[in-house]
């Protein structure tokens, strides 16, 4: 067990969080930010960093990611405040994004997030999708095969 507890120790002590997508890698920003040949005009919205690795494990998307750190929630007390929000609305402020995803879960509260996420990206002269349906109500990215997620994310619409 003491090899297994060193590694984790290892990887708490040199885990950082990216300030500009909220995804977790050894370098700042992450990897995925400083990749240069990703596409820098269109950024994926997505609740959590489970859910950016199951976009990224399908291997079909090449662009940003913005990690909100979870989903609205009434029930639950979560509101606007308490999500990575305010970073996505600076990102958007340069100009250079064209196109936002959204890739949040289909649950209630993911619609909810949708939805509130909409309402504040119409000031925005971008272009706003959503994955196509087909994923489960309920469902999760972060459960979802990679065809699932390949062909919902392929079939994405404006909204």
């Given at each position: 067990m003491l090899p297994l507890i060193a590694a984790m120790q290892e990887v708490a002590d040199n885990i950082k969080k990216c300030p500009i997508c909220g995804n977790f890698d050894t370098t700042e920003p992450c990897a995925i930010c400083n990749d240069a040949a990703r596409d820098t005009e269109?950024?994926?919205?997505?609740?959590?960093?489970?859910?950016?690795?199951?976009?990224?494990?399908?291997?079909?998307?090449?662009?940003?990611?913005?990690?909100?750190?979870?989903?609205?929630?009434?029930l639950d007390g979560i509101t606007p405040e308490d999500l990575n929000i305010e970073s996505l609305f600076h990102r958007l402020n340069d100009g250079r994004l064209k196109e936002v995803i959204l890739a949040l879960p289909a649950t209630i509260d993911g619609q909810i997030t949708n939805h509130y996420l909409l309402s504040r990206l119409k000031e925005y002269p971008l272009k706003v999708t959503t994955l196509a349906q087909g994923l489960p109500l309920g469902g999760e990215l972060d459960y979802m095969d990679e065809g699932t997620i390949q062909l919902a994310l392929s079939a994405r619409k404006e909204i």
């Open positions: 269109t950024v994926c919205v997505v609740q959590d960093v489970a859910d950016l690795w199951a976009m990224e494990r399908v291997g079909v998307y090449r662009g940003q990611y913005h990690v909100l750190g979870g989903i609205l929630s009434a």
